[in-house]
Structure formats: structure tokens, C-alpha cells
T-cell receptor, first 115, second 113 residues
Framework: DQQVKQNSPSLSVQEGRISILNCDYT??????FLWYKKYPAEGPTFLIS?????DKNEDGRFTVFLNKSAKHLSLHIVPSQPGDSAVYFC??????????????FGKGTKLSVKP | DVKVTQSSRYLVKRTGEKVFLECVQD?????MFWYRQDPGLGLRLIYF???????EKGDIPEGYSVSREKKERFSLILESASTNQTSMYLC????????????FGPGTRLTVL
């Protein structure tokens, strides 16, 4: 049973517009959430994170929103750029600040930003 | 900057061969992980290690084993490679303290013929 779900395998957006990537989770014990970006033939790179005590975290063009009651988080990219085209993975953890570091990943959403 | 290196970017092996994939990190991180990434399946955890000589099974350990003789090195072993092990293999590290960010290596694209 998938604990972290990214229901949209792909998303296409025009350059300059907003990209919204969604992620749902089922485990209410998750207390930390992360987004990773992955280009083909490269390893994922960390993008942005949010702990369960917050509902929003912003870093430049990237903002993550967390709705705990709905068990839903989203990544907003504004404005979208062609270089943002990649696969985005949502991940969750149950031991924020702990020593184990295990993450549960979603299946990813492939974002295409068209010029 | 954290540096995680993997021994090969691309590898082609034959069915039945024993395959070694190596991962080396230079940041003294406690925890190391091996994943495989397949289209439509995301990242699936194969094995992880919290300390030297310690290992834990992930979600899909069948057909794999691991070795961690030194803190900086975590090896993934395919005892007898099969075609369904054709995949992108990703190594990751974690500090073991504070942040839960994992740092990934560049990946090894393994093809088993």
C-alpha cells in the first residue's frame, strides 16, 4: 500500500506560468516532507522541505504547502522555467531530526515546461 | 559540499553474473542507502545501513546483498544478475543528525542482458 502518492505522472506548463505538483500521504505519523528534483541520468537533488509544525515554506521560486487535515502537500513553482523540466519526487519521514533518515518516496511527477 | 560517488555511470552485464556496485561518500555520514528507480515505480529502497558492518533490508531486498566494511563505502551486490534487475541504481547518504535530507549519487544505469 502506497503511503506517499503522486497521482499525476506528468504535468505540462507554459514558461512563466505556475506549476503545481501535488502529493498525498496516508500515514498521519509523517512529520517531515521533502521534494526532490531529478534530471535524466542524474541522482535526485534536494529542493525544499517542510516540517509538520508549519503549513508553508518558501525558497525563491519554490513554495511548499502542507495541509495536515487533508494529508496533502503541494509544490508551487512560480514562474516556471524550461530548466525546471524534470521529475519531481515527494518524500516523507516519520523521524524528523532523528538519526535514521529513512524516507518514503512517491512515484514522481514529470514536469515539462514549454518555452 | 557533500560528494557521493558511484563506481560506474553505465554498466552492462550478462544474466547470471555477479555484479558489484560501489558507493563512496566523503562527508562522514552515518547512514547510507541503496535504491532502484524504475519508470512509474519511483524510488524503491533495497538496503540501508546505519553503521559500519550493519545492514537493514528495505522494501525490495530479494536478489541483492550489501556490504559496509568502512564508513565511507557501501556496496550493493547482485549475486546472480537477472534481466529484471535492469534499472537505475541510486546510492544516498544521510548525516544521522538533524536534517532528514538525503544526498544522492549520480546513479548507475545497469543493463542485464
Amino acid at each position: 500500500d502506497q503511503q506517499v502518492k503522486q497521482n499525476s505522472p506528468s504535468l505540462s506548463v507554459q514558461e512563466g506560468r505556475i506549476s503545481i505538483l501535488n502529493c498525498d500521504y496516508t500515514n498521519s505519523m509523517f512529520d517531515y516532507f521533502l521534494w526532490y528534483k531529478k534530471y535524466p541520468a542524474e541522482g535526485p537533488t534536494f529542493l525544499i522541505s517542510i516540517s509538520s509544525i508549519k503549513d508553508k515554506n518558501e525558497d525563491g521560486r519554490f513554495t511548499v504547502f502542507l495541509n495536515k487535515s487533508a494529508k496533502h502537500l503541494s509544490l508551487h513553482i512560480v514562474p516556471s522555467q524550461p530548466g525546471d523540466s524534470a521529475v519531481y519526487f515527494c518524500a516523507a519521514s516519520t523521524n524528523y531530526g532523528g538519526s535514521q533518515g529513512n524516507l518514503i518516496f512517491g512515484k514522481g511527477t514529470k514536469l515539462s515546461v514549454k518555452p | 559540499d557533500v560528494k557521493v560517488t558511484q563506481s560506474s555511470r553505465y554498466l552492462v552485464k550478462r544474466t547470471g553474473e555477479k555484479v558489484f556496485l560501489e558507493c563512496v561518500q566523503d562527508m562522514d555520514h552515518e547512514n547510507m542507502f541503496w535504491y532502484r528507480q524504475d519508470p512509474g515505480l519511483g524510488l524503491r529502497l533495497i538496503y540501508f545501513s546505519y553503521d559500519v558492518k550493519m545492514k537493514e533490508k528495505g522494501d525490495i531486498p530479494e536478489g541483492y546483498s550489501v556490504s559496509r566494511e568502512k564508513k565511507e563505502r557501501f556496496s550493493l551486490i547482485l549475486e546472480s544478475a537477472s534481466t529484471n534487475q535492469t534499472s537505475m541504481y541510486l546510492c544516498a547518504t544521510h548525516t544521522g543528525i538533524g536534517t532528514d535530507t538525503q544526498y544522492f549519487g549520480p546513479g548507475t544505469r545497469l543493463t542485464v542482458l
